[in-house]
C-alpha cells in the first residue's frame, strides 16, 4: 500500500519542489525492469563507461510502460501542469562505482547553459515541466542518488545561469532522499540537482521519466521533425533526447500510457480534409 497519498504528493511537489512516491513499481516487479534497463545499455555503450546515459528510452523498451500512468504520477502532473499532459524524454541512468558528483542544474528547459532555454531570472513563477527519477537499485549518499536542494523550484534561477552558486559545490541545505528500488523521486523541473557521488561498490540503475503540459514545445528534441533536423545540422550534433516509437510499439502500450505518448508515434497518417 503507497504510504504516499496523490494529494500530500501534490502538497509536496507544489510547495517544498519534491516527493518521493514509494513503490510505483512494485518491488516484485523491479527486477525485470532494471534488466531491461541494463539490457539497452549493454546494446548501446561500453561496459567501461563510467556513465550510460541512454536517450528515448522508451523506443527502446517498453518495460516501464506500465507505471507511468500511476495515481500519483498523473495526479500531480495534472495538478501542476493542467490537462493534457504528455511525456516528453524518457532517459535510462547507469553510473558505476566511482562515478562523481556532476553540476547542479534545473531540467531543459531550466538547464541554462543550452542555446534553448527560459530567460533568467525567470521571468514568471510557474511550473512548466516536472522530472520524475526512478530509482531501480537503492538510491541514497552512498550510490550517489540524486541530490536536490528543497525549496529551489522558487528561487528563480539556478547555478547554470550564473546565480552566484558553483554548480560543483555541495549546497548547505542539500538532501539525498533514500530511495529503495521501485520509488520515484518527482521534483518541478526547476529544482536544483545534480547525481552524487558513488562511493559504494555498486552500479546505480533508474530511469529519468519526464513530463510535460500541452502546451510545452518538444519538436526541437524529436528525432525526425524539421525543427530538430534542422537545429542539429546547425550545431554538428544528433541528440537522442526524444527517439520516436513505431506504430507497433504504441499499440503494445498499456491503455493509460498511450495518451502520454501519442505525440512520438512515427508514421502518423495525416488529413488534410
Ligand atoms: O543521475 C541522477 O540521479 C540525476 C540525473 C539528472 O540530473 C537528470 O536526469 O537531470
Redesign the pocket.
Known amino acids: 500500500m503507497p504510504s504516499v497519498s496523490v494529494d500530500e504528493a501534490i502538497r509536496r511537489v507544489t510547495v517544498e519542489g519534491w516527493c518521493v512516491l514509494d513503490s510505483v513499481i512494485p518491488p516484485a516487479e523491479v527486477a525485470g525492469v532494471r534488466e531491461a534497463v541494463l539490457e539497452v545499455s549493454r546494446r548501446e555503450a561500453d561496459a567501461d563507461k563510467p556513465r550510460i546515459g541512454i536517450g528515448g528510452l522508451i523506443a527502446k523498451t517498453q518495460a516501464f510502460a506500465p507505471y507511468v500512468a500511476e495515481e500519483r504520477l498523473l495526479g500531480v502532473a495534472h495538478a501542476r501542469l493542467g490537462r493534457p499532459v504528455r511525456i516528453s524524454m524518457t532517459?535510462g541512468?547507469v553510473?558505476a562505482p566511482g562515478y562523481g558528483r556532476?553540476n547542479w542544474?534545473g531540467?531543459w528547459p531550466f538547464s541554462l547553459r543550452q542555446d534553448q532555454k527560459v530567460l533568467h531570472p525567470y521571468p514568471v513563477d510557474a511550473p512548466m515541466h516536472i522530472?520524475t527519477?526512478w530509482a531501480l537499485t537503492e538510491?541514497n549518499a552512498a550510490t550517489?542518488?540524486?541530490a536536490i536542494v528543497p525549496g529551489s523550484h522558487r528561487f528563480g534561477n539556478n547555478p547554470s545561469g550564473d546565480n552566484g552558486y558553483c554548480e560543483h559545490t555541495p549546497a548547505p541545505s542539500e538532501l539525498q532522499p533514500h530511495m529503495e528500488p521501485g520509488d520515484v523521486l518527482m521534483i518541478d523541473s526547476r529544482v536544483w540537482?545534480?547525481?552524487?557521488d558513488n562511493v559504494s561498490d555498486r552500479t546505480r540503475v533508474?530511469m529519468?521519466v519526464r513530463y510535460a503540459p500541452w502546451w510545452f514545445n518538444v519538436h526541437v528534441l524529436t528525432a525526425g521533425l524539421s525543427q530538430y533536423e534542422r537545429t542539429m545540422a546547425e550545431r554538428g550534433e544528433r541528440g537522442d533526447d526524444v527517439m520516436p516509437i513505431t506504430p507497433e510499439q504504441y499499440g503494445a502500450l498499456p491503455d493509460a500510457a498511450k495518451p502520454l505518448l501519442r505525440h512520438v508515434v512515427i508514421g502518423q497518417k495525416v488529413r488534410v480534409a
Do not use: K, Q, R
Request: proline share 0%.
Open positions: 532517459h541512468i553510473t556532476a542544474h531540467d522530472t527519477l538510491f550517489g542518488g540524486t540537482h545534480t547525481n552524487g533508474g529519468a
